[in-house]
């Protein structure tokens, strides 16, 4: 895959995964491949990617979307004081090389602080995980609906507390995609031809 179709994939992947978790896209970031062989270019292709949005229904979650070769604690402690100033909590890291450990180490202690960061390599962002035909529809559910779907599975006695619930994993695709964090709670909507439509619930841990 050459570069230009590569970052044209990553564009249109995290345009979706915004917009599923939704978040406001800039209509500037939708355009066809030839636009965007027009109006991007190969040299600054990651300052060209990089964006900063708000929730549809909450301005006040905003998320940045940051594209690097490599993040260094240089560069990491720029980008703090970028999130700081725009009041943004949560970023979402697009590198090409792995992360070194003592950087690693420095997302941890500021994730101690309420900053939310994630980390994929380029190449997990050239395919929509949640398209494939094998894969059933995933919907993260709010703290609100989270709740009451608990209390109505404890109330059946199908469940005692929380911790009896089938459980996914943190780093799954799906739960990446959505950005899920430890706690939350999915509801996947499986069907077939012989039971029809299925709900079923997976605890992120």
Do not use: W
């Not at 240089?74 to 992360?99: G, P, Q, S, T, W």
């Amino acid at each position: 895959m050459n570069r230009i179709r590569k970052f044209y994939k990553i564009l249109n992947v995290t345009n979706e995964m915004l917009h599923d978790r939704g978040y406001i896209i800039d209509q500037r970031r939708i355009v066809s491949f030839q636009q965007f062989g027009e109006n991007f270019s190969m040299k600054k292709i990651r300052k060209q990617l990089n964006f900063i949005t708000k929730k549809k229904d909450d301005p006040t979650e905003v998320i940045s979307l940051i594209f690097r070769k490599e993040l260094t604690l240089k560069e990491l402690k720029k980008i703090r004081k970028f999130l700081n100033k725009n009041e943004c909590l949560r970023c979402i890291f697009v590198l090409e090389r792995d992360i070194k450990l003592k950087v690693e180490n420095k997302i941890k202690k500021l994730s101690k602080r309420g900053f939310i960061f994630e980390i994929f390599k380029e190449e997990d962002l050239t395919i929509n995980v949640t398209k494939s035909k094998y894969v059933s529809k995933h919907i993260l559910l709010s703290d609100q609906r989270k709740e009451s779907i608990l209390k109505e599975l404890v109330s059946k006695g199908l469940i005692k507390n929380v911790m009896q619930m089938p459980k996914i994993k943190f780093e799954d695709p799906q739960s990446r995609y959505y950005g899920a964090q430890r706690g939350d709670l999915f509801e996947i909507i499986r069907s077939n031809e012989i039971s029809g439509i299925g709900l079923y619930y997976r605890l992120v841990v």
